[in-house]
């Protein structure tokens, strides 16, 4: 999570893939047909692609493809019974946060931290913003391992996290599993915005940076590709 990919074609500023990210939110709500959502899709994996996650674009892709074939169906069916009224519900609102998780992905997968901080003091955004945001992302990977952990010492003492755990043993598995979570969240909250008054992100002075933010021409140019798909879809389609 927010780490940079050493193998991209391109290397797009973070700002960009924000605005990537905001435009997406918007399209589904002006795509509800199968070709241009397939369309904006291709352009996502496309990004993914040049930013070096050619794997992750492939599966991303496909499963788009498995989405918008899925929902054709369901439209064609019509909302004659309840069973296809429910399974059309369902891919509307899959459809509808494909997009958003795939631009979300490139925006995750392809920026790291110091772009990201560089980008952030280029927009000029208040550090009470920046700090709880670095310190937020940097919690949540971080906590995802202390789980891993609880599960493993829940796993020495015989009991595992399933739903028949939680229905049999209940008050077992929120001493073994809420408990440690909550303590370690505290903690590792505190920790991580240390870390963060440490390397200087609350001061006022300008700070200094290895890396440069700053928007080339492929930026300015997958900006006018997606800006204009936006306005392709809300002024003309």
Not at 34 to 58: I, R
Not at 81 to 110: D, E, G, H, Q
Request: aromatic share 12%; charged share 15%; proline share 4%.
């Amino acid at each position: 999570m927010f780490a940079g990919n050493n193998n991209s074609i391109i290397k797009a500023d973070p700002r960009t893939k924000l605005l990537i990210l905001i435009i997406s939110m918007i399209i589904p709500l002006k795509c509800v047909t199968v070709f241009p959502s397939l369309v904006f899709a291709a352009l996502l994996c496309v990004m993914l692609f040049l930013e070096g996650e050619k794997y992750l674009s492939v599966i991303c892709f496909c499963v788009s493809m498995i989405i918008m074939c899925l929902y054709a169906g369901a439209a064609k069916g019509g909302f004659g019974s309840t069973l296809n009224m429910i399974c059309m519900s369902v891919m509307v609102l899959i459809r509808f946060f494909c997009p958003i998780t795939m631009a979300l992905l490139l925006f995750t997968k392809t920026t790291d931290m110091s772009h990201l901080i560089a980008s952030f003091q280029k927009m000029h955004l208040p550090m009470v913003f920046v700090i709880p945001f670095v310190v937020l992302i940097r919690f949540i990977p971080t906590i995802f391992d202390e789980w891993d952990g609880i599960k493993k010492a829940m796993l020495f003492r015989g009991i595992e996290f399933k739903l028949k755990s939680f229905l049999t043993k209940p008050a077992q598995i929120i001493e073994y599993t809420m408990v440690p979570l909550l303590f370690c969240s505290v903690e590792l909250m505190d920790e991580l915005a240390s870390s963060a008054m440490a390397r200087g992100l609350d001061s006022n002075r300008k700070r200094s940076s290895y890396v440069e933010a700053r928007l080339r021409n492929t930026d300015y140019a997958i900006i006018l590709i997606f800006a204009g798909f936006l306005a392709y879809m809300f002024f003309i389609y």
